[in-house]
């Protein structure tokens, strides 16, 4: 199983931010860019709790589809799903998997 503490070295060393948030108190929060994923350790180390977004505050937003269009969305608030955002948001959730599974992110 590997190391959660590694594991937050390895995100830390590859720029990503780790945080606390009050409304998750067991979960880590790891940012770059403006995106966000919760983090919970499992039988296999760490592992993203729910979904990765954009961060929105305390919380994140998931990118989901509203009206025709790709939105990030907490609560009653939107963020528009920019083809930039989302190319931000897949580099994010492709660098953490794979961080978290003891690969090296894709340069």
């Given at each position: 199983?590997?190391?959660p503490?590694?594991?937050?070295?390895?995100?830390?060393?590859?720029?990503?931010?780790?945080?606390?948030?009050?409304?998750?108190?067991?979960?880590v929060?790891?940012?770059?860019d403006?995106?966000?994923?919760?983090?919970?350790?499992?039988?296999?180390?760490?592992?993203?709790?729910?979904?990765?977004?954009?961060?929105m505050?305390?919380?994140?937003?998931p990118?989901?589809?509203?009206?025709?269009?790709?939105?990030?969305?907490?609560?009653?608030?939107?963020?528009?799903?920019?083809p930039?955002?989302?190319?931000?948001l897949e580099?994010?959730?492709?660098?953490?998997?794979?961080?978290?599974?003891?690969?090296?992110?894709?340069?």
């Amino acid at each position: 199983m590997p190391d959660p503490e590694h594991q937050l070295q390895r995100l830390y060393l590859a720029g990503f931010d780790l945080q606390t948030f009050e409304r998750f108190p067991k979960a880590v929060g790891v940012l770059r860019d403006g995106c966000l994923a919760f983090l919970v350790p499992g039988p296999d180390g760490l592992q993203i709790l729910g979904n990765v977004g954009w961060r929105m505050g305390e919380s994140l937003g998931p990118l989901v589809e509203r009206g025709g269009r790709k939105v990030f969305v907490h609560k009653q608030e939107m963020i528009e799903a920019t083809p930039e955002r989302i190319t931000t948001l897949e580099r994010f959730r492709s660098d953490l998997k794979a961080i978290l599974r003891g690969e090296e992110p894709i340069q």
